[in-house]
C-alpha cells in the first residue's frame, strides 16, 4: 500500500525552461509534505517543504504547490539549470515524524 | 558543522553473513532515523531513535535486523543472517527536534550473493 506516489520516473526538459514534479498521496492524515533531491552516490537533500495549511511555498527557483482536495503536490523549478538534474523524491510526514516517500522521478535538463 | 556519516559505503557479503552498518549523526540532534531503499523503489522508513530509546521500530522487516543507539550518539544495524533481499541502500538520517527537517547520510550500498 504505497501511500505516496510519483507517476513519473523520468522527466527531460530543456535548460532554462519549468520543470514540473508532481506527487500524489492518499492519506489524508499527512500534515507536511517535503521534497528531496539526490544526487548519485549520495543521500538524499532537504530541498523545500510546505505544511498542509498553506497551498504554495515559494524557494528562489523552487515553488511547491499543495491542492489537498486532490491530495496532489507538485515542485515547479524555473528556470531549470543542467545542475538540477538528479532523482527528485517526494515525502510525507505526519505527527509521529517518519517519513513517506515517493518512488522517486529522475529529472535531466538538457543544455 | 560536520553532517550525518555512515560506514562502510559499500559492503558486498554472501547469504547468511552478518554485516552490521554504522550512523553518527549530527551532533546534538537527539532522533535518528533508518530508511531503506531497495531495487530503486521508494525509500522506506525502518525505525526511530530518540536519544537511546526506539521511538518508532514498525519498518523493521523481520527479526534479523537489530538496531541500537547505545549512548544516544552513534547507531548502529546489524543484518543476521543476510538475506538476498537484504540488498539495497541503507539511509540515515537524523534530526534536531521530531519537527525539524532530517538531514540525510551517504548511505550504506549493501548487496548480498
Known amino acids: 500500500d504505497q501511500q505516496v506516489k510519483q507517476n513519473s520516473p523520468s522527466l527531460s526538459v530543456q535548460e532554462g525552461r519549468i520543470s514540473i514534479l508532481n506527487c500524489d498521496y492518499t492519506?489524508?492524515?499527512?500534515?507536511?509534505f517535503l521534497w528531496y533531491k539526490k544526487y548519485p552516490a549520495e543521500g538524499p537533500t532537504f530541498l523545500i517543504s510546505?505544511?498542509?495549511?498553506?497551498d504554495k511555498n515559494e524557494d528562489g527557483r523552487f515553488t511547491v504547490f499543495l491542492n489537498k482536495s486532490a491530495k496532489h503536490l507538485s515542485l515547479h523549478i524555473v528556470p531549470s539549470q543542467p545542475g538540477d538534474s538528479a532523482v527528485y523524491f517526494c515525502a510525507a510526514i505526519t505527527s509521529g515524524s517518519r517519513l513517506t516517500f515517493g518512488e522517486g522521478t529522475q529529472l535531466t535538463v538538457n543544455p | 558543522e560536520a553532517g550525518v556519516t555512515q560506514f562502510p559505503s559499500h559492503s558486498v557479503i554472501e547469504k547468511g553473513q552478518t554485516v552490521t552498518l554504522r550512523c553518527d549523526p549530527i551532533?546534538?540532534?537527539?532522533?535518528l532515523y533508518w530508511y531503506r531503499r531497495v531495487m530503486g523503489k521508494e525509500i522506506k522508513f525502518l525505525l526511530h531513535?530518540?536519544?537511546?530509546?526506539?521511538?518508532?521500530e514498525s519498518g523493521m522487516p523481520n527479526n534479523r535486523f537489530l538496531a541500537e543507539r547505545t549512548g544516544g550518539t552513534y547507531s548502529t544495524l546489524k543484518v543476521q543472517p543476510a538475506e538476498l533481499e537484504d540488498s539495497g541502500v541503507y539511509f540515515c538520517?537524523?534530526?534536531?527536534?521530531?519537527?525539524?527537517?532530517?538531514?540525510f547520510g551517504p548511505g550504506t550500498r549493501l548487496l548480498v550473493l
Open positions: 531513535f530518540v536519544k537511546e530509546s526506539k521511538q518508532d
Open positions: 551532533s546534538g540532534h537527539d532522533n
Open positions: 510546505i505544511s498542509s495549511i498553506k
Open positions: 538520517a537524523s534530526s534536531r527536534d521530531r519537527e525539524e527537517t532530517q538531514y
Open positions: 492519506n489524508s492524515m499527512f500534515d507536511y
